[in-house]
């Protein structure tokens, strides 16, 4: 399984990259807009920075702003030869799928996002989505189990034979990350917090303080 950081923070993007376990980054405009990064030519020098701070062979995702075809094809086409590491995110809607396809024939690797049904998710596969992003959180917020969309979703990519890789989004703490997991996705993107939340546990910290008085005993 994959782990994606779900930043615009370079700090973080930073942080996680130096544990050693960080796989790619996913942004979206709340997100560039939460650091300031305002501008055409602001934002393409952000992913740029981003490409380059997470190396070689991690995917970042890259959304589109447009919301029609012909915009988001436009758009892709930019974002995509900004660095090879862009992955370009397109919303679920008629018009994104349309442009999902197109890039699936253009070869440009693609993350599906919005997406908040199994429906949604099938869409996205049959147009050759490189990633699907169900949005956990947002779904567990209305009272609905997101969680139960990444199973379902695992269990139909599975018969179907589709490739796309689920990616699940809009994870919120370290169990969503351990129950994502035990669904079935292949990638996590969450806030740093969440991945640090995954270190914690009081007997690891007991653990080491006792293993470090008897050595100092022993050891004068
Ligand atoms: C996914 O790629 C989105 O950027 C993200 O996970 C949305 O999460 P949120 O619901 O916490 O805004």
Not at 20 to 25: P, Q, R
Not at 76 to 87: D, S
Request: hydrophobic fraction near 45%; aromatic fraction near 6%.
């Amino acid at each position: 399984m994959l782990f994606f950081v779900d930043t615009a923070n370079l700090d973080h993007i930073r942080e996680a990259a130096e544990l050693g376990i960080l796989d790619g980054v996913t942004t979206n405009p709340s997100l560039m807009a939460k650091e300031g990064i305002t501008g055409e030519k602001e934002v393409l020098k952000h992913y740029r920075q981003i490409c380059e701070i997470v190396g070689k062979d991690r995917d970042v995702s890259a959304e589109v702003i447009s919301i029609d075809f012909k915009g988001m094809v436009a758009e892709g086409k930019i974002l995509a030869e900004l660095h090879e590491n862009i992955v370009v995110k397109v919303p679920m809607t008629r018009e994104g799928v349309k442009a999902i396809a197109h890039f699936t024939e253009e070869g440009i690797k693609t993350n599906c996002t919005l997406v908040f049904s199994a429906g949604q998710a099938i869409l996205a596969a049959k147009a050759g989505a490189s990633y699907v992003s169900p949005f956990i959180g947002r779904i567990d917020d209305t009272g609905w189990d997101g969680m139960k969309l990444i199973k379902d979703i695992f269990e139909i990519y599975g018969t179907a034979g589709f490739e796309t890789a689920i990616l699940a989004a809009s994870i919120r703490n370290p169990l969503h990350i351990i129950q994502a997991a035990k669904a079935g996705a292949d990638v996590v993107t969450c806030p740093l917090s969440a991945i640090l939340g995954l270190f914690n546990h009081p007997l690891t910290d007991i653990g080491l303080e006792k293993f470090l008085a008897d050595y100092n005993k022993a050891n004068g």
